[in-house]
């Protein structure tokens, strides 16, 4: 089971807010589709027994930092609600490795470019950079590190006329929205 994979993927979302939002304490959600999850925590989803295990395990799992995680599904999605002390947890004793600050901060800057977000990534990086120019009406590029120890997202950039929006997904995500 994948428990820690996906703990970490809800700490990272929360983090994320937190620095782009401010800490507010505060339930938030997080939605995931269906079938990037089940590939994200190595279940095949075809069993509802198997999914509800998964899920009442998962709230075990991360009930000491986390709290009591409320999980519904609703269509092909599943929704992740975390109480205001799980948010407060990840507040106070999480600590962001600075990346994901200086990423939001350069794409955030009017008039950003490309070589700005690349340098972000250049000062975290030991290894290479992976930089797709894509063709998609959604994004203009797909930015993320070869070495995803560090950082296990994929970035996708698009430039408007004075400013820049990014999501990021994981390879699972992205496959199965059709990034």
Known sequence: ????????????SIKEVQIKLGYEKEAIRFYYPEKALFKIVKIS??????????????K????????RLKI??????????????GV???YKNVEDNGFLREFIQAVEKPH????????VFGRFSDGRIICEKTNQEECDYIIFFEDASFDYYRYYLKFHENHVTY?????????????
């Open 72 to 85: 519904t599904r609703n269509q092909e999605r599943f929704c992740f609600e975390i109480p205001a002390e």
């Open 112 to 119: 950003a470019t490309l070589d700005d977000i690349l340098s």
């Open 60 to 67: 075990e799992y991360t009930k000491d930092k986390l709290g």
């Open 88 to 90: 407060e947890y990840v």
């Open 1 to 12: 089971m994948q428990y820690a994979f996906l703990e970490q993927m809800l700490i990272n």
């Open 45 to 58: 989803g075809e069993s509802k027994e198997e999914i509800k295990e998964f899920m009442e395990g998962f």
């Open 167 to 179: 999501h990021r997904f994981l390879l699972e995500e992205a496959v199965e929205m059709g990034l």
